[in-house]
């Protein structure tokens, strides 16, 4: 069965400095997906961005990149500039690319603070 | 766009009643699944869908009933509420064909609280 590991319960971050997420994941695939999700106060799921697993380059978003080392099977979040509105649940995600379920599953969130 | 909307946002239940929260997509996704999230547990799935008439199992099926008679509607029901199932409820949904863009990326609704007392 896949897992995923985030190793950090709680992160702080200073406005405008970077700030790394951990996440380790354990399978036999060699295709998948890997996502992180926002969850801010209001509970809402947000992606903040995702990653082919057959892809060598890491995907970015604006301000929000990944370091994917698949041999490692590391998958961390880099938040540069960070910003108050940053402030929230981020949770980890595997998806395996072949089968009819597309089940995802998820670490156990790391909460991010940002200080003014 | 609507995108996944789920009722109620709250609602507290008593232990051994019974209740059912509603998930509705307008994006004619075909893939919709149940996830429950408990503190520090990030989340975990309940029942998910493939189709219209086709449901199956996740992690966490017991105490929950699922069915799926449209594409659009995937209710969950409780069953004999217990204070166990006190939890946040996600419905989410996808397309299950990899040929679309996004179709690995899932839409979340706004979540439920439940609380059994």
């Known amino acids: 069965a896949q897992t995923v590991t985030q190793s950090q319960p709680e992160m702080s971050v200073q406005e405008a400095e970077t700030v790394t997420l951990s996440c380790t994941y354990d399978?036999?695939?060699?295709?998948?997906?890997l996502f992180w999700y926002k969850q801010p106060p209001s509970r809402q799921m947000i992606l903040v961005i995702r990653?082919?697993?057959?892809?060598?380059q890491n995907a970015t978003e604006n301000r929000f990149s990944v370091n994917f080392q698949k041999a490692a099977k590391s998958f961390s979040l880099k938040i540069s500039d960070s910003q108050l509105g940053d402030a929230a649940m981020y949770f980890c995600?595997?998806?395996?690319?072949?089968?009819?379920?597309?089940?995802?599953?998820f670490g156990k969130g790391t909460l991010l603070t940002v200080n003014p | 766009n609507a995108g996944v909307t789920q009722t109620p946002k709250f609602r507290i239940l008593k232990i051994g009643q019974s209740m059912t929260l509603q998930c509705t997509q307008d994006?004619?996704?075909?893939?919709m699944y149940w996830y429950r999230q408990d503190p520090g547990m990030g989340l975990k799935l309940i029942y998910y869908?493939?189709?219209?008439?086709?449901?199956d199992k996740g992690e966490v099926p017991n105490g929950y009933n699922v069915s799926r008679s449209t594409t659009e509607d995937f209710p969950l029901r409780l069953e004999l509420a217990a204070p166990s199932q006190t939890s946040v409820y996600f419905c989410?949904?996808?397309?299950?064909?990899?040929?679309?863009?996004?179709?690995?990326?899932?839409?979340f609704g706004a979540g439920s609280r439940l609380t059994v007392l």
């Open positions: 399978t036999s695939e060699s295709d998948y997906y």
């Open positions: 869908s493939v189709g219209a008439g086709i449901t």
């Open positions: 989410a949904s996808s397309y299950g064909d990899r040929a679309r863009s996004g179709a690995n990326v899932l839409t």
């Open positions: 995600a595997y998806r395996p690319m072949r089968g009819s379920n597309y089940k995802l599953t």
């Open positions: 994006m004619n996704h075909n893939y």
């Open positions: 990653q082919e697993a057959y892809k060598q």
